[in-house]
């Protein structure tokens, strides 16, 4: 019987610390974005891809984070095989 490998605390606390720093920015440069947004109104619409590129790469070290996070609390999704029946 193998047991799972230990997580290491090295790659949450390094998504938790990247996650702070992204909240952080974000608040620190909200006047950008309220900016940004203006301007896809007045005929910029390309602008429109930054904040769609933001919420994917918070959306990608926040995950991760949240993932690690609760693998190093022993709790991890139950493994469900799917049964299809035949007609």
Do not use: C, N
Request: hydrophobic content about 50%.
């Amino acid at each position: 019987m193998s047991h799972p490998a230990k997580p290491s605390l090295l790659p949450t606390l390094t998504f938790g610390v990247a996650s702070i720093v992204l909240f952080y920015l974000l608040f620190h440069f909200s006047g950008h974005f309220v900016d940004w947004a203006l301007r896809t109104t007045h005929g910029e619409k390309a602008l429109f891809l930054i904040p769609v590129v933001v919420a994917f790469v918070f959306s990608y070290f926040h995950g991760q984070f949240t993932g690690h996070f609760w693998e190093m609390l022993g709790l991890r999704a139950a493994k469900v095989s799917v049964v299809t029946k035949k007609k």
